[in-house]
């Protein structure tokens, strides 16, 4: 399951704030796409976008319009994006430096959010920022990845008796932050599933690729942490804020979208304490198994010991026919057999005897 550890886009040091320099890793950016919807609660029109420049004619329009950005945006798309809804220079740089922080902010008269999605393709892991302006009747949404997390939201709002259009502008905030807080519930749950097939290759024969699983969960769930707390105090932000574009049955949801937060905290607080334990029974497991082998090698090491004691005593093969002390069994008819008798009864003496003190 590998996982972009670092993320974040600088700009060289020394240059001037709210700059907007084009990226330069060609190969990873994603063809945009800008989709424009214009909602009441009567009304109701959805058009694709070849131009920002077609936002226009929708700016004096009482309704409420959300233009969503999916895929990469040049830096001359966010300039003339900030020139027709008055975005701040700082907003749009942090826009196209992907990576930051979770936060939430106020320019003038708009809020700012910054928020992480996690995205699950098969076994891989990936953190992608998505962005969000809230202005006077309008929303505009940046999202650089290929996966549009964004379409459920669209259907909802394709229905006549949706309840996002009979709300302001703040409520289709709230609904597009809790798809992101959320998405990282359907994560979560995966990793528990591994953590526990993990848990069970440890309690039956772990291995050193069992400790390399157990490390990249240990890193990616530290990467999750680090990236997803901060939304938590995104939300806290713009709930305590008294910015009047946030009104206050919006607040109750955003309330329970705070809750699904802490909940995602729970869990990877919960996860990290298991993959912590988890090294310990890996580590006791292996120390034990040590353990065993060593009883085992010295169980056999003692048993031969006197064994081999006897075959060195009798290889010297001391025989001398004057001297009463010069080995004498040498030259017994039954001599041989009876030095192997002797050493099969002591080897199993002594399995009788680790048998019985429950060494083995």
């Known amino acids: 399951m590998p996982i972009d550890y670092f993320t974040k886009r600088y700009h060289a040091p020394g240059t001037a704030p709210g700059t907007l320099m084009p990226s330069e890793d060609e190969e990873k950016r994603v063809e945009l796409k800008i989709t424009l919807i214009d909602f009441s609660e009567s009304n109701f029109q959805e058009v694709d976008l070849a131009t920002t420049d077609e936002c226009r ?54 809020l700012f959010v910054v928020m992480s999605l996690p ?14 302006f809230h202005g006077e009747n309008f929303i505009i949404s940046f999202h650089q990845g290929e ?9 909802r709002l394709r229905m006549a008796s949706s309840r996002i259009r009979k709300h302001p502008a703040d409520y289709l905030v709230y609904t597009l932050l809790d798809v992101v807080i959320d998405s990282g519930f359907p994560i979560l749950e995966r990793f528990g599933e591994l953590i526990e097939d993990l848990e069970d290759e440890l309690l039956e024969k772990p291995t050193t690729k069992t400790l390399r699983r157990l490390h990249l969960y240990k890193r990616e769930l530290l990467l999750l942490r680090r990236m997803l707390w901060p939304q938590r105090d995104a939300l806290n932000t713009i709930m305590r804020s008294d ?11 955003l309330r329970d979208c705070y809750d699904h937060t802490i909940q995602i905290m729970d869990l990877l ?23 065993e082998t060593m009883r085992i090698l010295t169980v056999i090491a003692t048993i031969f010991i006197p064994l081999t004691f006897i075959a060195g005593i009798y290889g010297m093969n001391f025989k001398n026919d004057k001297s009463p002390w010069a080995m004498p069994e040498l030259g017994w008819y039954y001599g041989y057999p009876l030095a192997w008798l002797t050493m099969i009864v002591i080897a199993v003496g002594l399995l009788y005897f680790f048998k019985r003190k429950g060494w083995f």
């Open 269 to 291: 607080e919960s996860f990290r304490d298991m993959t912590t334990g988890m090294l310990d029974v890996y580590l006791s497991s292996t120390s034990n198994r040590m353990n």
């Open 147 to 155: 996966i549009d997390a964004f379409e459920p939201v669209r259907k």
């Open 243 to 253: 910015h009047p574009l946030i009104h206050e049955n919006t607040r109750l949801y």
């Open 119 to 132: 995205i699950m393709r098969e076994n891989d892991i990936s953190v992608e920022q998505v962005s969000i």
């Open 57 to 110: 004619e929708y700016l004096s329009l009482p309704s409420t319009t959300w233009i969503h950005i999916q895929g990469h945006a040049a830096p001359d798309t966010l300039r003339e994006l900030g020139s027709l809804f008055g975005l701040h220079p700082l907003a749009l740089e942090d826009v196209l430096n992907i990576g930051q922080r979770p936060k939430a902010e106020t320019y003038d008269d708009q």
